[in-house]
C-alpha cells in the first residue's frame, strides 16, 4: 500500500481555526515537520484543504501503524 509525505512548509500564524485544526489533525506542529501516513480518501481531503501550506509526496511501503495508549495506564501514570 502507498503511503503519503507530509510536510508542514506555511506558519500556522494568522490561519483559521479550522486550518489549525486540520494541521492538527495530520499530526503536524511545527515549521518543515514532516509525517509519513496512509493513503485514504480522509487524509487526501485534508490535504486538499490545507494545500496551500503543506507539500505532499507519495512514497512506496507502508505508513508505520500508530501506537494504542490505553487511558486507565495513561491515568495511572500522572
Do not use: C, W, Y
Amino acid at each position: 500500500m502507498a503511503a503519503l509525505k507530509i510536510k508542514l512548509v506555511a506558519s500556522l500564524e494568522g490561519r483559521t481555526p479550522a486550518q489549525k485544526g486540520t494541521i492538527a489533525g495530520l499530526g503536524l506542529k511545527k515549521f518543515n515537520q514532516e509525517k509519513l501516513l496512509k493513503d485514504t480518501p480522509a487524509i487526501r481531503g485534508m490535504v486538499a484543504k490545507v494545500s496551500h501550506m503543506v507539500t505532499l509526496e507519495q512514497v512506496q511501503g507502508d505508513a508505520p501503524k500508530r501506537k494504542r495508549i490505553k487511558r486507565a495506564k495513561a491515568a495511572e501514570n500522572k
